[in-house]
């Protein structure tokens, strides 16, 4: 199975800060990556598709970008709402999810 | 707008088996595939296996073959998650998501609830 490993594990900021978040492929995936939110209790929440598509309703300020073995989501300016565990997905076969990077509140 | 809705909270001894149900909701699932996913309390995601109602396809993780099986009912629009042989280890939240795809990309864009499977003697 493809293997996924995001970094950090988890990180502290600031509303308004930008925020990168990094995931890495185990083999190359072109653009099958997917971005999920979730906060806790909830469901997931798919943000971004195909590694840099930004699913119908998900703010501007998230964007995705990458291809091969190496994806970054990035938030341009952290919101309150914002504070959550983030997990990307690869979608080649057969799916995959990271470990998760927790965004807190410094 | 369609929802996906499961079943409730289950309590099972070791070694016996839990079927959960996702129902559409205020639409068909027909024509998307449909995943389940689990998270086990305090850590990640891990996609079990999925369906894809027209032909009853079905895929399973490898670590679940032989006692994971998956299926759908078309004429109540829902999918099952049956797991035999529980564990303690099965104990996590299992959620279903549908499994669309755009630009021959593949993603979950809608997600149930979750229900909370607890395997305890």
């Known amino acids: 199975d493809i293997q996924m490993t995001q970094s950090p594990s988890s990180l502290s900021a600031s509303v308004g800060d930008r925020v990168t978040i990094s995931c890495r492929a185990s083999?190359?995936?072109?653009?099958?990556l997917n971005w999920y939110q979730q906060k806790p209790g909830k469901d997931p929440k798919l943000l971004i598709y195909?590694?840099?598509n930004l699913q119908s309703g998900v703010p501007s300020r998230f964007s995705g970008s990458g291809s091969g073995t190496d994806f970054t989501l990035t938030i341009s300016s952290l919101q309150p709402e914002d504070f959550a565990t983030y997990f990307c997905?690869?979608?080649?076969?057969?799916?995959?999810f990271g470990q998760g990077t927790i965004v807190e509140i410094k | 707008q369609v929802q996906l809705v499961q079943s409730g909270a289950e309590v099972k001894k070791p070694g016996s088996s839990v079927k959960v149900s996702c129902t559409a909701s205020?639409?068909?699932?027909?024509?998307?595939?449909i995943a389940w996913v689990r998270q086990a309390p305090g850590q990640g995601l891990e996609w079990m296996g999925g369906?894809?109602?027209?032909?009853?396809?079905?895929t399973y993780a490898q670590k679940f073959q032989g006692r994971l099986t998956i299926t759908t009912d078309k004429s109540t629009n829902t999918a099952y998650m049956d797991l035999s042989s529980l564990t303690s280890e099965d104990t996590a939240v299992y959620f279903c998501?549908?499994?669309?795809?755009?630009?021959?990309?593949?993603?979950?864009?809608?997600w149930g609830r979750g229900t909370l499977v607890t395997v305890s003697s």
């Open positions: 998501a549908r499994d669309d795809r755009r630009d021959g990309r593949w993603y979950f864009d809608l």
């Open positions: 195909g590694a840099s």
């Open positions: 205020g639409g068909t699932f027909s024509f998307y595939a």
């Open positions: 997905q690869q979608s080649y076969t057969p799916y995959t």
């Open positions: 369906i894809f109602p027209v032909t009853d396809t079905t």
């Open positions: 083999q190359i995936i072109s653009t099958y």
